[in-house]
Structures are given as C-alpha cells and as structure tokens.
DNA sequence: ACCTGAACACCGTTCAAGT
DNA sequence: ACCTGAACACCGTTCAAGT
C-alpha cells in the first residue's frame, strides 16, 4: 500500500483524486469529464488512455474511495481500544464530507443513482457500504451494546441513520444540522451516548 | 384542491405525473426532456407550452410533490386518533416508492444534487422536508414522546433516518432490508415500537 | 506511452411555421 | 391554444492521427 506509486500512475491518481471531489458533489451523472480534464490539465479525449470508459474511470473511483474508508476505519480501531470511543468517533467522516465544501458521502450519491449506475461502478459502491457495516458490526459486539446475532442488523441500521444526516445537513448546507441529529440518535439509543 | 382540473390542466398533469416518475429514479440532472416528451406523447418543443424551462417544470413536480405528501399526512392523521399509531404508519410513504419499481424520494435524490439545483427547485425541496416535520413533530408532541422543545429536533432525526433507509434499500434493491431498517429504530428507540 | 482535433450522438432550448 | 421540425450551442464520448 506504501510503494505502488513511483512514476507511471502519477497522472493516473490526479485523475482519480479530482474525480471524487467532483462525484462527492455531483454524482457520477454529474461527472463531467470536460471539467475534470481542465481540472487535471489535459484534454477530456486524454482521459480515456488512464481509464477505458467513465464506467470503469467511476468504478476506480469508487474502489479507492472504500479502500481509503476501511484503512480510515482501521487506523481508528487501532488507535483507540476502547470500542465504545470508536463507535462515537465513526460519525466524523462523514463530517468531514460536509466540512469540506458541503460534500457528501459518494457511495451515498451514487446510491442514489443506482438505476443509472454501470455495474462495475454499483459492485464498488456496495462494497463500501459492506466495509462500514462490518467495522460497525465489529465494534458494537467488543462493545457489548448488542450480541454477535444482531450485530449486523444494528450496524446497517447506524450506517443508514448517519448517511441520512448527511443528506439532510447537505441540503440546507448545515453542518451544525448534522451534529445535532447524530446527538439526537444518541439521546434516543441507536449510537452509544 | 377539488375543482381546479377542468379541461386546459390536463396534459400538464400528464407532464407532472410522468415527470415526478423520472425524476424518483434518475433526479433532476437525469430528468430527460425529451424521453419525458414521449411518454406523454408529445415532442420536447411542446413542453415549453406549460413550463417556461426546466426548472420551473421541476419546481412545479417538487411543489405538487409536497403537496401530495402533506394531503397524505393529514388523511393519516385525520383517519387515525392515536398518534403514536399514526408514527408507526408513517415510514409507509417511504415504502411505497420503493415498491413502486425501487423508486426513492424525490426530495431525498433532490437535496444529493443540491450544488446543481436551480433555486426555485431547492425551495420546494426544503418545503417538502418541512411539511414531513411538522408533522412528525406535532405526533411526537401528542403521543407525548418528547416534549414541545425537543419535538422539532427529533422530528428531523426520525426524517433523516427514514430517508437513509429507504437509500440503503434502495442500493441493495431490497425493500425487506428497508422493513428490518425500520424495526431496528424502533428497537433501538429513535421510533415508538 | 501519451495526447489531441474533429467528429458523433445527445442535451436544453428557441423559433418560425403549421393546425 | 397547442404542436412541431429544424436549428442552436453545448455536452460526454470516440477515434484516427499525431508526438
């Protein structure tokens, strides 16, 4: 993971890292390859030597955005042992979605556009929900708030409740909404006060 | 509300009725005037005969949109006394979209394409989120769950969580996973069981 | 290998011309 | 009044042709 970026995928990770700023606010419909051609400086033809189609550039996309989720996910279950910290700490990525520029959640924006969503691109958005309901899942049985049988129906119902704020705070550029509505879930039981 | 769809109204609520369809499972960037042309069985130019542009034709959608779910709300509350009842029916509007062909909110996919929306469509959008708390609150308030100064806060927690769930399920394509969502707030706390 | 101009099909929109 | 073909400037995308 540390030495895989020497020369040639220099262009390459540009590319993706302009993307996911772009998707995180517009979606993948809203992915114009124009702007983030400009945005890279080349030309929107000169993208499709990097990635064969936007299907499999959104795809990449997707893939390196769970991957960057889990090792995030990771890090902070290493860094904090007590499982109840983590779990009051999950909420702050997606925070910090909306900290930055009032983006959102892009497996969350493309959820939402499933039915125009290629397949590459829709295997990868599930797996990031998969990657969050599993580190989720994981914390709430160390913690003891629900038993290993429940842990996954929990998991999926926080993982829903929080992409939920998100998208409300989104929507009337709030991010003090967002605070206040995962305080809310605490006071009412579904995460760890 | 009764005597208003007379004779000249009617292929524009033929345009709104189709147009609401698309805009549930493709949002507005994908609301495609021309393909909404033809399943109303009319030419794209024609459109422009009852909406000035596309923004005022989605700002119309979202308005009558609203106007719908608040028609719904109060026959819900009218037909039903017990409000904690009432509470219990309410993620069945959610439901429904999702059994209608997977189909989401259409403010919920709305307020994710925030950044491309033109004004006069957010402001409907944001009427719709306002319309569903209000009446989440005032049940909340009557079934005696949280007291006045908490209502409007746990209101917007219970809509944020709702729409998250219906976005889950509908990345997976799977209403059952919207039903456990739902059962698992309740169990949690967030909803009244 | 990496890049591009030019072309393609498509989009929202306009408008002169039909009924 | 309502509709339309044709056109406009634009878009994402493709590809033959450059270096």
């Given amino acids: 993971m540390a030495n895989q970026a020497s020369t040639s995928t220099r262009s390459s990770d540009k590319i993706l ?16 390859l124009r702007a983030l051609a400009e945005e890279v400086g080349i030309k929107a033809a000169s993208l499709y030597h990097h990635f064969p189609s936007k299907a499999d550039l959104a795809a990449a996309v997707a893939k390196r955005y769970w991957e960057d989720a889990a090792a995030a996910l990771e890090a902070i279950s ?30 969350s924006f493309m959820t939402a556009e499933y039915d125009d969503l290629p397949d590459v691109v829709k295997t990868e958005v599930l797996t990031f929900v998969d990657v969050n309901v599993a580190w989720l899942a994981k914390m709430l049985v160390t913690a003891e708030i629900v038993g290993a049988k429940d842990a996954r129906t929990r998991a999926r119902a926080i993982f829903a409740a929080v992409s939920g704020a998100q998208l409300m705070a989104r929507g009337r550029a709030d991010i003090k909404l967002f605070d206040t509505l995962i305080d809310t879930y605490r006071a009412a039981g579904l995460l760890p006060a």
Avoid at 17 to 32: D, F, R, S, V
């Fill in 78 to 107: 290493a860094k904090t042992p007590d499982a109840v910290a983590c779990l009051r700490k999950y909420p702050a990525t997606f925070r910090a979605a909306l900290a930055n520029d009032n983006r959102m959640c892009l497996a």
């Fill in 17 to 32: 890292a302009a993307a996911t700023k772009i998707a995180q606010a517009h979606g993948y419909g809203g992915l114009n």
